[in-house]
């Protein structure tokens, strides 16, 4: 079936579907001339997903209910909590937008600086727009990760470079210490065997993945360190977000954070960096951190960890007072630690 037919058939344009397939979801044959033939399995596979988009479900979980079908009411049960989530967010900042629609707010400058009183009546559509401007100034960033989150090409690319690097550590080995001319086919087995049993043995000393994911309303909490090999397939499978923790901000108990300054770096000679460590003391009992560096040529993104966590009214214990590196437009975070440090 050519993607023409795809697309009339279930009413998909052509560029959603070959989107599709550059995430993964579809692998279609291809004729002599180059052309896409599409199966009824990739036809079920579109109904699949369009179905679940419907549904507003993020296209990370459509992946893994596509790879595990039984996973589907789990899935489910997960999303509508981030919706429930969702909704009391969106109700909040509802009534901020209505707050400001009964002041008559002129200018976004005015609410930033607070000078709105007495202002004369403005238009419907003026109005609307002045909310607009301020519901996208006051909501978070939608996604700010901090850690390490490696993508199933990345860690492929890992495990090749730990493969070849082994090799080459055995087979100068075998060089100096062996006369390879006198191996047999079950030597050159046995050698190969050991590679291989090497690049696991070194996979599992050297992988750790650790990120914290900071959404509009949820966040996940990460780490392999007690479930390796676990881990390591829901990393090749892009799936870790079923394996992690996830919590609500509401599930936050406090949160401290500290600054540290650091010295380090090899090759070109010490680099100070800052070291932001997050506390995170949860309702239910448990405890976690993670740990954010700093360098100068640091890009600084619009929204920060700091940022979501105080508009989901969190309870920040900020020793470094860093909120007011917010409260300021001209310095960077690198640059305002820097001038509170000297």
Request: hydrophobic share 40%.
């Amino acid at each position: 079936m050519k993607i023409k037919e795809v697309e009339k058939l279930l009413q998909i344009n052509s560029q959603t579907i070959r989107y599709y397939e550059k995430l993964g979801f579809l692998k279609p044959k291809r004729d002599e001339n180059g052309y896409r033939n599409y199966t009824q399995e990739d036809v079920q596979i579109l109904r699949k997903i369009h179905f679940l988009r419907d549904f507003d479900i993020p296209l990370e979980m459509i992946q893994t209910i596509l790879l595990n079908p039984d996973q589907f009411q789990n899935i489910l049960n997960k999303h509508l909590k981030f919706l429930q989530a969702k909704i009391e967010n969106l109700e909040e900042v509802q009534q901020k937008c209505f707050h400001l629609n009964q002041k008559n707010i002129p200018l976004l400058d005015a609410i930033i600086d607070g000078e709105f009183q007495n202002q004369p009546a403005h238009s419907h559509d003026e109005i609307k727009s002045i909310i607009h401007k301020a519901s996208e100034f006051i909501k978070p960033y939608p996604v700010v990760t901090l850690g390490r989150k490696t993508t199933p090409f990345q860690f492929l690319k890992e495990i090749i470079f730990i493969f070849i690097s082994t090799t080459l550590i055995t087979m100068s080995f075998l060089l100096y210490f062996i006369n390879t001319h006198t191996m047999t086919h079950i030597h050159w087995g046995l050698y190969l065997l050991s590679v291989i049993l090497l690049t696991i043995i070194f996979i599992f000393i050297l992988f750790h993945e650790k990120y914290y994911e900071f959404g509009i309303v949820d966040f996940y909490i990460f780490d392999s360190y007690k479930m390796k090999a676990k881990s390591i397939k829901a990393v090749l499978e892009n799936t870790t977000h079923e394996i992690a923790r996830h919590y609500l901000y509401k599930d936050i108990c406090n949160v401290k954070i500290h600054v540290e300054k650091k010295i380090g770096g090899i090759g070109f000679g010490p680099v100070t960096y800052y070291n932001i460590i997050y506390q995170f003391h949860m309702r239910d009992g448990n405890h976690f951190q993670i740990n954010s560096s700093l360098y100068q040529e640091t890009s600084q993104d619009r929204k920060s960890v700091y940022e979501i966590l105080d508009y989901h009214h969190v309870k920040i214990i900020d020793e470094q007072n860093l909120k007011q590196f917010f409260l300021q437009k001209n310095l960077s975070i690198y640059e305002y630690l820097e001038k509170r440090c000297t």
